[in-house]
């Protein structure tokens, strides 16, 4: 009995979603073990946990629109504008708090205007959010007048460089943020309907379930994850950039990808997200070490991801038999 219950917990990781990208990332990580002795130096692994939070927490966002079968492009332009609007505001004068809420407020709203036009008008997200990555960007130069907003206060530092029990905070909000999308969707019933949606819309919207309610909350959980990056990351650099965050949609949707999250929606898991940006991040920072040209690195990235969507359809395909 023992033996069949082990056999069952084992068939029962192997068929998550997460399942492969965790094997993936333990094969990189040994990799760059056995090439680069620098790699499993304490100060390396930090400083890739410290890169990885940035891309980590918009890719939550991701996660949520890529499950109901859309996409957000507007994430990185978001993330700049609402890092910018913090720093003014903070330079202005305003109260801190009222500055960080400012702008998390502002990615809130461009990811429910977003979730308005694609569920209310039925707008395809992809029109959608590259409109809308286009108005943040030129909001956030127009802001800026196209420069950088520098002396911050010295306090702001530490949300992006500062430490808690010696864990750097950039790391920490990334864990809770993961720890709140996992409650969201794997113990919360807006999780179910997220899954839901991706999986066939049309029987949801059938069984009585406003899907398009459901949609905009998801669009809004992307603004809300990009602004907070753009904070965290405006703190890490102590200026607001306007040209921030440019090709960061493209990390996000690689993360999503490499962490087994089907691209046409209703499976995947918000841990292997997690997993997804871990092994880009290892990826990123192992390649460095060995001094692979950029070029080539965007090559093998690039393959990398292919090779994860053709993994991803050939066992959403057999689940599917």
């Known amino acids: 009995m023992h033996f069949l219950l082990e056999r069952y917990r084992a068939s029962k990781v192997a068929r998550s979603t997460a399942f492969l990208p965790a094997v993936g990332l333990f094969v990189v990580v040994a990799c760059m073990i056995a090439l680069n002795s620098r790699f499993l130096s304490f100060g390396n692994l930090e400083n890739v946990a410290r890169q990885v939070s940035i891309n980590a927490i918009i890719s939550v966002g991701m996660t949520f629109a890529i499950l109901t079968g859309g996409i957000d492009l507007s994430v990185g332009a ?12 903070l330079v202005s004068g305003l109260n801190a708090g009222l500055a960080i809420i400012a702008g998390l407020g502002v990615g809130a709203l461009f990811g429910a205007g977003n979730g308005l036009c694609i569920a209310r008008l039925g707008m395809p997200p992809i029109i959608v959010t590259l409109a809308s990555m ?12 196209g420069y950088p907003i520098s002396g911050l206060p010295d306090w702001f530092a530490f949300i992006g460089r500062g430490k808690i029990l010696g864990i750097q905070t950039p790391i920490l909000i990334m864990l809770v943020v993961y720890a709140l999308a996992y409650l969201l969707l794997q113990r919360m019933p807006i999780g179910r309907y997220i899954y839901a949606i991706g999986g066939n819309e049309d029987a949801v919207r059938l069984s009585g379930i406003d899907s398009r309610k459901y949609k905009i909350i998801v669009y809004l959980i992307g603004g809300f994850t990009a602004a907070l990056a753009g904070v965290v990351l405006s703190s890490r650099l102590m200026s607001g950039q306007p040209n921030a965050g440019v090709g960061f949609e493209l990390d996000a949707i690689a993360a999503v990808v490499l962490g087994g999250t089907s691209i046409s929606g209703g499976r995947g898991s918000i841990i292997g997200t997690l997993i997804g940006a871990m092994l880009l991040g290892v990826l990123n920072n192992g390649l460095n070490l060995l001094e692979v040209s950029p070029y080539v690195q965007n090559v093998i990235k690039g393959a990398i991801i292919l090779l994860a969507i053709f993994i991803s359809r050939q066992r959403g395909t057999a689940s599917a038999r």
């Open 78 to 89: 978001v993330m700049a504008l609402a890092g910018t609007i913090t720093a003014g505001l």
């Open 134 to 145: 286009s108005i943040a960007r030129g909001l956030g130069l127009i802001y800026t007048n």
